[in-house]
Every structure is written in structure tokens, then in C-alpha cells.
């Protein structure tokens, strides 16, 4: 049977490839192919598709995708953006899609309000003269299953399904049971994505991982290695680790460090998802530069007290100043270490996260400031009439707080600006 797996085009007013690869879909195309299926995959976010002429990356694999303007849907009319459409033409999409003759197609979602995308995906398979099992999986139909089973596709999974009933496939309950991801579609490689576990021991109020995975689930040392191995010999050099909470426990990430060093492998390693400050111990930071973490990025979200108490976040701003200090120490430039940090949050006053700016600028590292988003599931959801206004770019203007997050933005780059010119 040929299964055919989609991650489909991005509809955003802004988007950007930073380290983005639709790590689940890559499980499954392993867990389908061990089952003994055909597939294929049409990844339409893919930067280094054979259909592109010329491909612009920075020095660590990220960049910029190529993109064009589309009208902007009713509910967005009124922000003052571009809308865009990201990733690989309409028509090769369908070129491809004709040409394999799948009889599944499995698409994904990894946002919400990325829907319109799946949107797409299924209009192109309604206008072939091709009828095959429609199955939606992912993220967004896991948060918005509800919303996701109105798409017209035969059947929504949820993250957490351990059967795809249609195809007799069990997917495991135990990470340790999963194959490596399934990186064979993809012809050539500037990284690639894996996760030593999913979910997170925390559950901080603003936050998805809580809901998609129920908990921390991670996969033996030992193997994440081997997979590290049979990646780096491919020639594979740089890592981006998906993981929520890579430094917890400690011991593990240790164990990891070493088994890494122990095998000579000498890959680039990045943590889009944020470190946790506390766990940014004189040991992990060692370890972190010695096996090659690049940029490290920390989770910090504020430096405000008294909101870091009410949303029971993971964190003080004494542990941030320290470990900036345990980086610094080991080696890491200032300019090259980022601090996350979120604007726009219920409870969250602008002047609260322009002083969190500044704080973070006194310590010399650079922000990176996250525009808060109602994520549906999660306490801080709010009743809104379109998941597209869910968007981290959009609802700080449904809320009407366009100007005040222009100005935390400005602030931002003025203190990243100055971190790089040693001020
Ligand atoms: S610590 Fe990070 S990953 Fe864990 S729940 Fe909080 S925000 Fe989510």
C-alpha cells in the first residue's frame, strides 16, 4: 500500500525556518515502513527541495523560505500585516501528489492557526481524480480535534492515539520503542531535528507540552547516541534537539554528554525549545561546551517576581544571572547566549516586560522575545471565534496592544544591538 505524509505550506505573517522539521511525520514514515508500507513524503517547508534554484542559510542551517503574498482570511482583515503563504508551490504539491497515486495520504499540523495550510492539502486531493484514506494527525488536531474534524478528512488523530486502526498500525506508548526518525526523503540535509524525550515534568500555565504528551517521556542514553551516530555518519553535522526539558535530570543529560564524547562524534548541537535556568549547573554548562551546544537559549519568560510566582514559573532571575555565569565561565561569549523571554501575557503589564528586557541586557546576553499566544488546552486559552487568532503575530492586536508590543520589540533590538557592540 502507498502512504503518502504531507507537511503541508505555512500560512503566517511571519515565518522562518529555524530548525523546522516535521519531526513526528519522520517517526511515523519509520513506524509505516517497518510495518512494510510505501511511503513518501512531500515536505512542503523543505528549503532545500530539488524545485529551488538557490538556497540562502546562515552558518548554522537556518533561513528564510520562500514565500508569497495571499489574501488575508476575513478574521485577519484588520491587522496591519502581510500575509503569507510559505513553502513549495501549489501546483508541484499537486504535480507530486497526481504523480504518486497514494491510497493514504496522512497530513500533519504543527500550529493551530496553521490550519488553513491542511485546508489546502485536502482541496488539492478533492481536485485529483484520486480517492484515497484522508487521515489529519499532529499538533493542531490533537489541541482543536473538535475544529480539525470539520476539515472533511476521514478520520483526526490525536498525538496521544496509540492505534491508526485504518492501517493496522500501533504506535508505541514507550518512547524507547520508537525507530530513529526517517530522514531517507530528504536528498540533502543542512540539520536535523531529533528529541532524546518528549514532554516536560513542568506544566507552566501558557504551555501546550502539558496536554500533548501528559508528562515526560524519555528514550534510553544509550540510543539516542546510536541515533546521533547513524545521523553524524551520514554526514550529518548539526543536531537540533526538540526536546522540552533536555537538562532534567541532570544525571541523564550528563550521561548523554558523555556517551556523545565517549563515541568521537564532534556534530553542532541547538536547543530552539529553551534551557532551563536552574538546571544550567558548573557540570551541564561544562559538559555543554565540550560536546558542542551552540548558541545556548534560555528559558526565563520574565524577570518580574511577582508574575514569575502567579504563573508558578520554573525559575528566579537570581538563577538566570547564574547560569549566565556558569556559560560565561565555560567558555560562552555573552553575545552568543539568548534569554527568552515572553511579552503580552495575561497579568503581564508592558512596563513589567520592558524592565525584563533591561534586565536581561544588564547580565550582557541577547533577548529573544516571544509574543504570547492563548494556546486552546491550556488554562491561559481564550474563547475566540477563529483559531487563526491564536497567532503569537496576531493577538496582541485582537487585544489591542499593537503599540505597546512595537515598543518592547524596539527596546529588544536596541539591547541585542548593544550586547553585540559590548556596551
Ligand atoms: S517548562 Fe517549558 S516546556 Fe515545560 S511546561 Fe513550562 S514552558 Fe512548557
Not at 99 to 114: G, I, K, L, Q, S
Not at 235 to 263: H, N, Q, T, V, W
Not at 296 to 303: F, N
Not at 396 to 403: D, F, L, N, P, Q
Amino acid at each position: 500500500m502507498k502512504i503518502l505524509l504531507i507537511n503541508p505550506p505555512i500560512y503566517d505573517f511571519a515565518a522562518y525556518d529555524f530548525w523546522m522539521k516535521p519531526l513526528g511525520l519522520l517517526y511515523l514514515s519509520s513506524i509505516l515502513k517497518e510495518k512494510g508500507y510505501e511511503v513518501s513524503l512531500i515536505d512542503a517547508t523543505y528549503r532545500q527541495d530539488s524545485f529551488y534554484t538557490y538556497v540562502k542559510s546562515d552558518r548554522f542551517g537556518r533561513g528564510k523560505f520562500n514565500a508569497e503574498e495571499v489574501k488575508k482570511p476575513g478574521v485577519l482583515k484588520d491587522i496591519p500585516r502581510r500575509y503569507r503563504r510559505y513553502g513549495l508551490p501549489r501546483d508541484v504539491i499537486k504535480k507530486r501528489l497526481k504523480d504518486f497515486t497514494p491510497e493514504v495520504v496522512m497530513v500533519t499540523c504543527a500550529m493551530t492557526y496553521w490550519y488553513p495550510g491542511v485546508v489546502e492539502i485536502k482541496e488539492i486531493v478533492d481536485s485529483l481524480d484520486i480517492e484515497p484514506l484522508l487521515l489529519l494527525g499532529g499538533i493542531y488536531p490533537t489541541l482543536l480535534s473538535e475544529h480539525a474534524k470539520l476539515l472533511g478528512f476521514d478520520r483526526v488523530h490525536k498525538i496521544s492515539d496509540n492505534r491508526i486502526s485504518e492501517l493496522d498500525v500501533e504506535i508505541p506508548g514507550d518512547f524507547n520503542l520508537y525507530p530513529p526518525p526517517d530522514y531517507s526523503h530528504y536528498e540533502k540535509l543542512e540539520y536535523v531535528v531529533i528529541a532524546t524525550s518528549l514532554g516536560c515534568p513542568f506544566s507552566c500555565p501558557y504551555c501546550a507540552s502539558p496536554n500533548l504528551y501528559g508528562g515526560k517521556k524519555e528514550k534510553e542514553v544509550g540510543q539516542v547516541v546510536e541515533e546521533i551516530g547513524f545521523l553524524y555518519k551520514k554526514g550529518i553535522r548539526r543536531f537540533a534537539l526538540y526536546d522540552d526539558a533536555l537538562l532534567i535530570p541532570e544525571e541523564r543529560f550528563l550521561a548523554l554528554c558523555y556517551g556523545i564524547r565517549k563515541s568521537g562524534f564532534s556534530p553542532d548541537f541547538f536547543t530552539p525549545n529553551g534551557l532551563h535556568c536552574r538546571f544550567l549547573t558548573k557540570s551541564v554548562t561544562k559538559a555543554m561546551q565540550e560536546v558542542g551546544f551552540r548558541e545556548p537559549r534560555i528559558s526565563l519568560e520574565t524577570t518580574d517576581p511577582k508574575l514569575q510566582k502567579r504563573l508558578n514559573l520554573k525559575t528566579t532571575y537570581e538563577e538566570f544571572v547564574q547560569a549566565v555565569d556558569n556559560l560565561t565561565r565555560v567558555g560562552y561569549r555573552k553575545n552568543h547566549i539568548y534569554a527568552y523571554l515572553l511579552a503580552g501575557l495575561p497579568l503581564q503589564s508592558y512596563r513589567s516586560v520592558m524592565k525584563s528586557i533591561l534586565d536581561v541586557g544588564k547580565v550582557g546576553v541577547k533577548v529573544s522575545l516571544g509574543e504570547f499566544s492563548p494556546i486552546p488546552g491550556t488554562p491561559m486559552e481564550q474563547s475566540l471565534s477563529d483559531p487563526l487568532l491564536t497567532n503569537n503575530s496576531v493577538y496582541y492586536h485582537y487585544v489591542g496592544e499593537a503599540k505597546e508590543m512595537e515598543c518592547a520589540k524596539k527596546l529588544t533590538k536596541w539591547v541585542n544591538d548593544g550586547v553585540d557592540l559590548g556596551i
